[in-house]
């Protein structure tokens, strides 16, 4: 079955370092891959996708991902994170079939130090 | 921003009542779907509409029907509520068939006391 992996619950970091969020899918043929980030008491609001072609994509917020087929991974990045960045991060693929629906990992909470 | 509200926004309810709620959108998007959030697990797939009167079963669906009588609205029930369907809940939109990308209501926070 068609699986999302957050692996990291909870990250920490400090304003102006670098960021990584993790995510790996379970998925047979060349996914859709989506990153999506949730503010508090707010909506999902798309960061970016991924639905062929360059493998590394680029986002809003100065925000990208990288597909990597090998590693079955689409990690999010960020070269240096600003206060407003913290949020809730979802990663989502795709389900099979062409339904149109999305599986969700659990997402990760990013918290950033002043 | 995708033009999708979600009503109420906030809701308690005792549990054994029926609940509705509604998701209105301006996009005249075809497909529409209804996720809850909780924690731990992101969010899931309760039912969506891939048109007027056409819906199906998303992988959360026991406790919640579905109407959609209209492009417009996509309405979710619970028929008899239960403490274990406390959560927020997510309506979404796409305009088309395979593309996936699909775009957020405000959510509505529902508590069953």
């Known amino acids: 079955a068609q699986s999302v992996t957050q692996p990291d619950i909870h990250i920490t970091v400090s304003e102006g370092a670098s960021l990584e969020l993790r995510c790996n899918y379970s998925?047979?043929?060349?996914?859709?891959l989506f990153w999506y980030v949730q503010s508090p008491g707010q909506g999902l609001q798309l960061l970016l996708k991924?639905?062929?072609?360059?493998?590394l994509v680029q986002g809003i917020k100065g925000f990208e991902a990288e597909f990597k087929r090998s590693q079955s991974s689409f990690n999010l990045r960020k070269p240096s994170v600003h206060w407003s960045d913290a949020a809730e991060y979802f990663c989502?693929?795709?389900?099979?079939?062409?339904?149109?629906?999305?599986?969700f990992g659990q997402g990760t909470t990013l918290q950033v130090k002043p | 921003d995708a033009g999708i509200t979600q009503s109420p926004r906030h809701k308690v309810t005792e549990t054994g009542t029926p609940v509705t709620l509604r998701c209105h959108q301006t996009?005249?998007?075809?497909?529409m779907y209804w996720y809850r959030q909780d924690p731990g697990h992101g969010l899931r797939l309760i039912h969506y509409?891939?048109?007027?009167?056409?819906?199906d079963k998303g992988e959360v669906s026991d406790g919640y029907s579905v109407s959609r009588s209209k492009t417009e609205d996509f309405l979710l029930t619970l028929e008899s509520a239960t403490s274990s369907q406390t959560s927020v809940y997510f309506c979404?939109?796409?305009?088309?068939?395979?593309?996936?990308?699909?775009?957020f209501g405000p959510g509505t926070r529902l508590t069953v006391t």
């Open positions: 979404a939109i796409s305009g088309r068939q395979g593309n996936y990308e699909q775009y």
């Open positions: 998925y047979g043929a060349t996914p859709y």
């Open positions: 991924y639905f062929s072609g360059d493998t």
């Open positions: 989502a693929v795709g389900a099979q079939g062409n339904t149109g629906k999305l599986i």
């Open positions: 996009e005249n998007h075809r497909y």
């Open positions: 509409s891939y048109g007027v009167k056409d819906t």
